[in-house]
């Protein structure tokens, strides 16, 4: 039942088309770390930027876990993956995770 809800409340959010809703769209947040050398703001290479879309009262958003592998060399390389996504409203303060958004 909330997967069905999720998919109604969002399906005229995304069009190929030009939309005229006024509260839904989608926002990403790009994560950055102050270079004191360089004097700004630089992107973390392997740190994705973070999507979240919304309707109304209704928000989606992914979930990341940062990932680290430590080989025999002694070098650690990161990885940031996408574990669920959060389906939440606002109005009644309840979630839901899913594995899946498409």
Excluded at 46 to 66: A, C, G, H, Q, T
Excluded at 85 to 93: E, G, S
Aim: aromatic share 22%; with cysteine.
């Amino acid at each position: 039942m909330a997967s069905l809800m999720m998919v109604f409340a969002f399906s005229n959010c995304f069009s190929q088309e030009e939309s005229f809703c006024n509260n839904c769209g989608y926002a990403s947040s790009n994560p950055r770390l102050w270079d004191s050398s360089a004097k700004k703001f630089m992107k973390i290479l392997s740190m994705p930027d973070y999507y979240f879309w919304f309707r109304d009262s209704l928000i989606v958003y992914e979930n990341y876990v940062l990932d680290t592998d430590t080989g025999p060399d002694g070098h650690t390389k990161y990885a940031f993956s996408i574990t669920h996504y959060t389906f939440f409203d606002l109005r009644t303060k309840h979630g839901y995770d899913y594995v899946n958004f498409t």
